[in-house]
């Protein structure tokens, strides 16, 4: 029975006899969740959404500027190191400081959605023990907050490369596809991790460790030119290494574009979505019990 008609099955009951008791057993087989259902209870992911940013700066020094001070604490550590220490003052043609923070802009977008959206699950778990909603919502609400934190980077991004004397690329009306292309991939990982967490806890420790190993294997701070020639179709198979690629062509004018690049994060985010789609829904259903 799909969540729609679960639904309209409790809400006959309820009218029929209000002292009736309504059983939600898990659902069999494979199948999707009912987007109708979840639009149903769009107002909830909103309310989720708006405390999760809420939350995110209550009784802190510096609130909102958290999303300065990362990627550009970040872009100034990797210039040091990388622009200053060894050596490579440009890439792409501009400064290592607009190329660095060009990256971290966009992956400290994409892996605390995926971070804050895998442990959304357990976050929760007194909301979904005591309340009936589509489960779905929590880990879109929590992928969704970082959006707040993006468009308050990308806004010094562009300041940081007008002050270097960089005018962004032509091609900075495409960034919208590119986000929403790697936001895609991240929201079909964080599908499976959420889902995987409430029955396997120990996975909200992995995540950490593999945003650490992704910023080092995925063109953050360097291009995919430096990579070894023989190494780099192994590399592209990162679905990051197309969209960050993206990105930077999307925002520095002698970048080059992704080009046929661009078809892995496409078929990846396109696998990951459905698959996890399909898993969550199978898994929801027991939250409440094994959480």
């Given at each position: 029975m799909s969540s729609a008609a679960e639904s309209a099955e409790i809400e006959k009951r309820e009218h029929a006899d209000p002292h009736?008791?309504?059983?939600?057993?898990p659902a069999r087989g494979w199948s999707f969740p009912s987007f109708r259902e979840l639009w149903a209870?769009?107002?909830?992911?909103?309310?989720?959404?708006?405390?999760d940013i809420a939350a995110r700066y209550k009784q802190t020094a510096v609130g909102a500027l958290w999303a300065l001070i990362q990627p550009l604490g970040l872009a100034l550590a990797f210039t040091v190191f990388l622009g200053v220490l060894a050596g490579r003052p440009k890439f792409d043609g501009v400064e290592f400081p607009v190329f660095a923070l060009t990256g971290m802009t966009l992956w400290l977008f994409l892996s605390s959605a995926v971070a804050r959206g895998a442990s959304s699950t357990?976050?929760?778990?007194?909301?979904?023990?005591?309340?009936?909603?589509?489960?779905?919502?929590?880990?879109?609400a929590a992928a969704i907050a970082p959006v707040v934190d993006f468009a308050v980077a990308f806004v010094v991004l562009v300041v940081v490369m007008l002050a270097f004397g960089v005018?962004?690329?032509?091609a900075i009306v495409f960034t919208p596809l590119i986000v929403v292309?790697?936001?895609?991939?991240a929201i079909g990982l964080v599908l499976w991790l959420s889902a995987l967490t409430v029955k396997y806890h120990?996975?909200?420790?992995?995540?950490?460790?593999?945003t650490l190993m992704l910023v080092f294997?995925?063109?953050?701070?360097?291009?995919?030119?430096?990579?070894?020639?023989?190494?780099?179709?192994?590399?592209a198979?990162?679905?990051?290494?197309?969209?960050?690629?993206?990105?930077?062509?999307?925002?520095?004018?002698?970048?080059?574009?992704p080009g046929l690049l661009l078809l892995i994060p496409v078929a990846t985010s396109a696998l990951l979505l459905l698959t996890g789609l399909l898993y969550f829904h199978r898994r929801e259903r027991e939250f409440a019990d094994v959480i």
């Open positions: 009736a008791l309504a059983v939600i057993e209870y769009r107002d909830l992911m909103y309310f989720l959404t708006r405390r357990l976050d929760n778990s007194a909301l979904i023990e005591n309340v009936f909603f589509p489960r779905l919502i929590i880990p879109l005018e962004p690329s032509a292309l790697g936001f895609v991939t120990d996975v909200q420790h992995l995540v950490p460790f593999m294997i995925s063109p953050v701070v360097y291009p995919l030119s430096e990579v070894p020639e023989g190494l780099q179709p192994i590399y198979l990162n679905p990051m290494t197309a969209v960050l690629e993206g990105f930077r062509w999307c925002m520095l004018p002698n970048a080059e574009p």
